[in-house]
């Protein structure tokens, strides 16, 4: 376990550069900070939690477990960044986990004690206006999935990954990528090599680069 540095939050996250000093060391004073590996599980499921999770580096993929045991992915969150879900404040002090989190990569976790946040949230600005960004990003990211999962097909799927993330498209391998969109690696490869035949992107071993914005969005939008 780490030791809490204020210096290093104020530093280098910006959720935590604009809050007030004082707010600051009081929270981490409820707070603790912890290391995890990859494939380690944050929380599963319907567990009910009394913290608040900040993701401080690494990455943690979201996903339920249908009726027959198979895995379906949600979405995926790199650091910095909160895990907090908004709706659960304000009707009951333990949140209870809407889907299984688990460590994509090594990571470090901060954990701030639910009743701490929930009382002061609510009564200073600076912390409710991080935790609202916060939360209308992850509402956004949520359309998207409704997107991906409900409207688009493959092509679509993939257009919209590229336009809108090529920064993590280019550090996953394929098989990630294809897990995220629900499609299989070979849909994914046969994809991206029509884009490319389109001279819509050009692809190399490690990357891709997009040449047509316009055309990637003219696929799903």
Known sequence: MKALNINDLTGSIDFFKTLD???LA?????SSIHNFYQGQILFFEEDNLEKVYYLIDGSVKFYKVDR???????????????IFDLS?????SIIRCFANAEFDEDSTILAIDN???????LENEGLMHNVMKESFS??????????RDVVFDGTAKVAHFLATDLHT??????HEIAYMLHIQPETLSRIVKKLARNEIITTDKNSITIHSIDRLK???E
Not at 72 to 79: D, M, R
């Open 218 to 220: 003219e696929i799903y």
């Open 115 to 121: 009743t701490w946040f929930e009382k002061h949230y």
């Open 169 to 174: 498209y280019n550090r996953l391998k394929k």
């Open 138 to 147: 992850m509402i956004a990211q949520l359309q998207c999935i409704i997107n």
């Open 88 to 92: 659960k404040f304000g009707n009951k």
């Open 26 to 30: 009081d929270m981490l004073s409820h």
């Open 21 to 23: 000093t004082n707010l």
């Open 68 to 82: 027959f045991d198979n895995e379906v992915f949600l979405y995926k969150l790199f650091g910095p960044k909160l």
